[in-house]
Structure formats: C-alpha cells, structure tokens
C-alpha cells in the first residue's frame, strides 16, 4: 500500500476553498433575502392596487346609491 504525499499547499488550499464556501454562502443567502423582499413588497403592491380598484367602485355604487335615495 503506497501512501500518499501531502503538497506543502494542501493546508492553503484547503483554507482558500473554506473562504470561498462561506462566502459564497453568504452571497446566496444576501441574495435569497433579497428576492423574498422584492416578492413581498410586489405581493404588497398588488393587494394596494386591488384593494383601491375595490374602494373606488364600491364608493361608486355608494354614491349612487346616495343619489337614488334622494328621488
């Protein structure tokens, strides 16, 4: 059984690719936060734009109402 020779660099390496993972993690985890806010605030921009088409014709037909009361 032939054993195996460690490079003089294998411990540099090693601490490069380890940086590199928990950055990129970080990265991923910026940008996951990132899209969950944008699709929140476009979930909540669409609510807003449904819920004022609601309120401007429900105001409608209560003031039609209103002016039919009067006759």
Do not use: D
């Amino acid at each position: 059984m032939k054993a195996t020779v460690l490079s003089p660099f294998a411990g540099a390496r090693t601490f490069v690719f380890r940086r590199y993972l928990t950055l990129r993690y970080q990265l991923i985890s910026a940008t996951e936060l990132a899209a969950q806010a944008a699709r929140r605030a476009r979930k909540l921009r669409k609510k807003e734009v449904k819920n004022e088409r609601l309120r401007n014709f429900f105001g409608w037909c209560e003031g039609c109402a209103a002016y039919g009361s009067i006759f």
